[in-house]
Each structure stands twice: as structure tokens, then as C-alpha cells.
Nanobody, 126 residues
Framework: QVQLVESGGGWVQAGGSLRLSCALS????????MGWCRQAPGKEREVVGN????????DYEDSVKGRFTISLDAAKNTMYLQMNSLKAEDTAIYYC???????????????????WGQGTQVTVSS
């Protein structure tokens, strides 16, 4: 059984940084890509970015480009989301997700992802 477990959320002042982790366990080889999504209060869940497991290629939503970085540590079977220059509008529950679509597929929609973690709260105070 595949499990994704996020950690690292918390409270931070605007302009600060946080690093989220997503630990993968179980038979995850069918997941070609991993992603981070978020859901702010009263808003729909959105994709923040994703990373291909085979080559580390990344793709980001426009509002986080240059501020957020997704990375993978294959030895630890863990994905990270480094968030810098945080803004109040980044406040949300952040979810990691796995995607079984082939590498050439686009994965900018929440519906593209097949398996989800439980989420971790990030609160940015202005």
C-alpha cells in the first residue's frame, strides 16, 4: 500500500521560509511524477508544482516560480518543497500527491494526481 506523509508545515512571517517534506512508502515505482498542491480557505485546491522522478525535471505554477523549489532525494524516498519569500496568500493546506501518468503528460490539474497525502498546514502572517 502506497503512503504519502507530509511534514514541516507551520507558522512563519511574510518573507520567511519553510521546507515541507513528503515521505513515500510502499510500492511507488508506478508513480512517474510527484507534485505539491495546496488549498486555501474558501478556494479550490490547486497544483503548485511537480517533479518527474526519472530526471528531476520540474514545473511550477506562475505565482510560485522563483520562490518555491521542488526536489527529490531518491535514497530517502522523500520529496521536498522549499518555500522562500513567503506571502500571506501562500497560506493553505499543502498536499503532496503522486501521478501515475507517463512522463510526457501534463500534470497541472488536481485531477491528474492519483494518490494523496493527508496535508500539512502552512500559515504565513503578514
Amino acid at each position: 500500500q502506497v503512503q504519502l506523509v507530509e511534514s514541516g508545515g507551520g507558522w512563519v512571517q511574510a518573507g520567511g521560509s519553510l521546507r515541507l517534506s513528503c515521505a513515500l512508502s510502499g510500492r511507488t515505482s508506478y508513480l512517474w511524477a510527484m507534485g505539491w498542491c495546496r488549498q486555501a480557505p474558501g478556494k479550490e485546491r490547486e497544483v503548485v508544482g511537480n517533479i518527474l522522478r526519472r530526471n528531476g525535471a520540474t514545473d511550477y505554477e506562475d505565482s510560485v516560480k522563483g520562490r518555491f523549489t521542488i526536489s527529490l532525494d531518491a535514497a530517502k524516498n522523500t520529496m521536498y518543497l522549499q518555500m522562500n519569500s513567503l506571502k500571506a496568500e501562500d497560506t493553505a493546506i499543502y498536499y503532496c500527491a503522486g501521478d501515475a501518468q507517463p512522463p510526457w503528460a501534463t500534470r497541472r490539474r488536481v485531477e491528474d494526481y492519483d494518490i494523496w497525502g493527508q496535508g500539512t498546514q502552512v500559515t504565513v502572517s503578514s
